[in-house]
């Protein structure tokens, strides 16, 4: 609703939504991981979900990235020929194409998302392989492309992962997750256990690529410094409901909700 | 059928070929649904057999349900018809069998391979059985079995062209040498158990049927004959079979596989044919190789000519 008021206020021509959830609810037995949850993504856009620990926020970014099943609730994405379509009505194969091809998934552990004892070339190579390409000199012309943009050094290309450091890891899992141009990325936690330093990085490389490329992001963090710095909105998850959303700026700023007033103030300022 | 029940020529404490009635259709009913898709992998009811997983338990169960007493077995080991897993499983099936074996290529009707396809070219109505350890050409990459299926099903073979690209980035090449992935018919990813990828070419439209069994993994698949098989590649790196710049040392052949053979401590050693039976034959018609006169080549070279001889004085 929110983005919808804004653009009309910047005078801009309403665009066709991205992604559009609409009452998700996911419960394991008793336990509520996310309940009714409705939002509209559009194009370029990047939206912060934050909460605690439990609060729902991986249980959501789990069933919007297609991994898992709503019990309730749809989720609909604007396919390249199909326009919107519920993305748990598309067939297995469809719906597998989409995630590798115009969606991206960054884990917070990159051994989720990256194949360890394959090489660096071999792991930001291997989307374009799945799609067709057959070309060996083009995939890896390619693969050292992303991995300058990434910032990775050209000379570890053919190095395994494992014998990259964590903070190289989420960047080359991002490089990998990039190299199909897609349209939207899921991000669970992606600056989890880096150290300052490096977080700061890779938010900044992060900012710059989002923008950069036009990709819309679906961040999932605990980190309110990472939302106040990516993400153009917000939404404020406890126990497993949005209680507050808005744009970021002005939920940081000014939060309304009790909650959201206590997640604000509990960041320590330096 | 009852002439062939009257004089049993085969161990009758035993069912034919081994197996019981039941579990030879069981297989027969996966080889047919083989044959009919290609490349695809149909489990089956893999048995226990009188050897260890390894030694070809999956492609003698293939064997025993696709035999018949009229038939003759040749079994080759590494191209040779004369080394321990060949002259046991030949032994094998002629007690339960009772069939005739054979050690050349062209008076077979069936033959079981461990790790090569026979120089000479097969014909219409020949079988060709596989011993296959792995049959999941993608397990290296890829260790879950739901995954792999799904990937098979959905001809999602983007991750077979990782691994060769692994191989370009590390050697400059593709280093593969054996258990070459091949796309069949256009649509399964296979692989062709660990045959030396200079076989692989032979698979393309061969005359014979070819049945691949798997027993650790119980797992059959086939191709048929006069089937497209294609070995992957990339459009700038395109496959290529091993060459040798050595003819073979006893026959002269410069087409076939050659096998290094060390002679003696002092650095002597040959470069011979794998296929014992294509050389012998070669040297038979008066090829003669740069090493034919060598004792100690000629000593090798006895070797796989007696091996009849000694299999009949072990019984």
Same mark, same amino acid.
């Given at each position: 609703?929110?983005?919808?008021?804004?653009?009309?206020?910047?005078?801009?021509?309403?665009?066709?939504?991205?992604? @559009?959830?609409?009452?998700?609810?996911?419960?394991?037995?008793?336990?509520?991981?996310?309940?009714? !949850?409705?939002?509209?993504?559009?194009?370029?856009? !990047?939206?912060?979900v934050?909460?605690?620990?439990?609060?729902?926020?991986?249980?959501?970014?789990? !069933?919007?990235?297609?991994?898992?099943?709503?019990? &309730?609730?749809?989720?609909?994405?604007?396919?390249?020929?199909?326009?919107?379509?519920?993305?748990?009505?598309?067939?297995e194969?469809?719906?597998r194409?989409?995630?590798?091809?115009?969606?991206?998934?960054?884990?917070?552990?990159?051994?989720?998302?990256?194949r360890?004892?394959?090489?660096?070339?071999?792991?930001?190579?291997?989307?374009?392989?799945a799609?067709?390409?057959?070309?060996?000199?083009?995939?890896?012309?390619?693969?050292?492309?992303?991995?300058?943009?990434?910032?990775?050094?050209?000379?570890?290309?053919?190095?395994?992962?494992?014998?990259?450091?964590?903070?190289?890891?989420? @960047?080359?899992?991002? &490089?990998?997750?990039?190299?199909?141009?897609? @349209?939207?990325?899921?991000?669970?936690?992606?600056?989890?256990?880096?150290?300052?330093?490096?977080?700061?990085?890779?938010?900044?490389l992060?900012?710059?690529?989002?923008?950069?490329?036009?990709?819309? &992001?679906?961040?999932?963090?605990?980190?309110?410094?990472?939302?106040?710095?990516?993400?153009?909105?917000?939404m404020?998850? @406890?126990?497993g409901?949005?209680?507050?959303?808005?744009?970021?700026d002005?939920?940081?700023?000014?939060?309304?909700?009790?909650?959201?007033?206590?997640? !604000?103030?509990?960041?320590?300022?330096? | 059928?009852?002439?062939?029940?009257?004089?049993?020529?085969?161990?009758?404490a035993?069912? /034919?070929?081994?197996?019981?009635?039941q579990?030879?259709?069981?297989?027969?009913?996966?080889?047919?649904?083989?044959?009919?898709?290609?490349?695809?992998? +149909?489990?089956?009811? #893999?048995?226990?057999?009188p050897?260890?997983?390894?030694?070809?338990?999956?492609?003698?169960?293939?064997?025993?349900? +696709?035999?018949?007493?009229?038939?003759?077995?040749?079994?080759?080991?590494?191209?040779?018809?004369?080394?321990?897993?060949?002259?046991?499983?030949r032994?094998?099936f002629?007690?339960?069998?009772?069939?005739?074996?054979?050690?050349?290529?062209?008076?077979?009707?069936?033959?079981?391979?461990?790790?090569?396809?026979?120089?000479?070219p097969?014909?219409?109505?020949?079988?060709?059985?596989?011993?296959?350890?792995?049959?999941?050409?993608?397990?290296?990459?890829?260790?879950?079995?739901?995954?792999?299926?799904k990937?098979?099903?959905?001809?999602?073979?983007?991750?077979?062209?990782?691994?060769?690209?692994?191989?370009?980035?590390?050697? #400059?090449?593709?280093?593969?040498?054996?258990?070459?992935p091949?796309?069949?018919?256009?649509?399964? +990813?296979?692989?062709p158990?660990?045959?030396?990828? /200079?076989?692989?070419?032979?698979?393309?439209?061969?005359?014979?049927?070819?049945?691949?069994?798997?027993?650790?993994?119980?797992?059959?698949?086939a191709?048929?004959?006069?089937?497209?098989?294609?070995?992957?590649?990339?459009?700038?790196?395109?496959?290529?079979?091993?060459?040798?710049?050595?003819?073979?040392?006893?026959? #002269?052949?410069?087409?076939?596989?050659?096998?290094?053979?060390?002679?003696?401590?002092?650095? #002597?050693?040959?470069?011979?044919?794998?296929?014992?039976?294509?050389?012998?034959?070669?040297?038979?018609?008066?090829?003669?190789?740069?090493?034919?006169?060598?004792?100690?080549?000629?000593?090798?070279?006895r070797?796989?000519?007696?091996?009849?001889?000694?299999?009949?004085?072990?019984?």
């Amino acid at each position: 609703m929110s983005a919808l008021v804004l653009s009309e206020s910047l005078g801009t021509t309403v665009r066709q939504p991205l992604m @559009r959830a609409t009452g998700v609810s996911k419960s394991y037995g008793d336990t509520i991981g996310c309940l009714d !949850v409705s939002f509209t993504l559009h194009p370029g856009e !990047v939206i912060g979900v934050v909460g605690e620990s439990g609060s729902g926020k991986s249980t959501l970014l789990n !069933v919007l990235s297609a991994q898992l099943p709503p019990d &309730a609730g749809t989720v609909e994405y604007d396919l390249r020929h199909r326009g919107m379509s519920d993305i748990f009505r598309l067939s297995e194969p469809d719906r597998r194409r989409l995630m590798r091809t115009d969606w991206g998934i960054v884990h917070q552990n990159p051994r989720d998302g990256l194949r360890m004892d394959v090489s660096a070339g071999g792991n930001v190579g291997e989307r374009l392989m799945a799609i067709g390409a057959r070309h060996y000199g083009e995939i890896r012309a390619e693969g050292l492309d992303w991995l300058a943009k990434v910032e990775l050094d050209a000379s570890r290309v053919d190095d395994k992962p494992k014998t990259f450091s964590g903070g190289m890891q989420q @960047r080359l899992q991002i &490089a990998r997750n990039l190299v199909t141009r897609p @349209r939207l990325i899921f991000m669970d936690e992606p600056t989890g256990g880096l150290d300052v330093s490096v977080q700061a990085r890779l938010l900044d490389l992060l900012r710059g690529l989002v923008r950069e490329l036009g990709i819309a &992001a679906i961040v999932v963090t605990h980190d309110l410094a990472v939302v106040r710095l990516l993400a153009d909105r917000l939404m404020v998850m @406890r126990h497993g409901r949005v209680v507050e959303e808005g744009l970021t700026d002005q939920v940081l700023d000014d939060p309304h909700h009790p909650y959201t007033q206590l997640l !604000v103030s509990s960041v320590l300022q330096v | 059928m009852n002439a062939v029940a009257k004089k049993a020529s085969w161990d009758e404490a035993y069912n /034919f070929a081994y197996l019981d009635e039941q579990t030879k259709r069981m297989i027969r009913r996966a080889l047919l649904k083989a044959v009919a898709i290609p490349g695809y992998q +149909v489990p089956f009811g #893999g048995r226990e057999m009188p050897l260890a997983y390894g030694w070809g338990t999956g492609g003698m169960q293939v064997t025993a349900s +696709v035999i018949g007493p009229s038939d003759t077995l040749k079994v080759i080991d590494q191209g040779a018809d004369d080394t321990t897993n060949a002259v046991s499983i030949r032994r094998f099936f002629k007690r339960v069998a009772g069939v005739a074996t054979t050690e050349a290529t062209e008076e077979a009707s069936v033959i079981q391979t461990r790790h090569r396809i026979p120089e000479k070219p097969l014909k219409e109505g020949q079988v060709l059985v596989y011993q296959v350890p792995q049959p999941e050409p993608l397990r290296k990459l890829e260790p879950r079995e739901t995954e792999t299926r799904k990937m098979h099903g959905y001809a999602e073979y983007g991750l077979m062209h990782v691994r060769l690209y692994e191989d370009i980035s590390r050697f #400059g090449h593709i280093a593969t040498t054996y258990s070459y992935p091949v796309m069949v018919n256009g649509r399964y +990813v296979m692989s062709p158990s660990p045959i030396p990828k /200079f076989d692989n070419p032979k698979m393309e439209n061969n005359k014979a049927i070819q049945l691949f069994g798997a027993g650790r993994e119980k797992r059959i698949y086939a191709i048929p004959p006069y089937t497209r098989v294609k070995s992957l590649d990339f459009d700038d790196h395109p496959f290529e079979v091993q060459r040798w710049p050595q003819a073979c040392a006893l026959c #002269g052949a410069r087409n076939s596989y050659l096998d290094e053979v060390v002679l003696d401590d002092k650095g #002597g050693r040959m470069f011979v044919c794998s296929d014992t039976h294509f050389c012998a034959d070669r040297q038979e018609k008066g090829h003669r190789g740069p090493m034919a006169a060598d004792p100690a080549a000629r000593a090798f070279a006895r070797s796989s000519e007696t091996s009849e001889q000694k299999e009949d004085d072990g019984r």
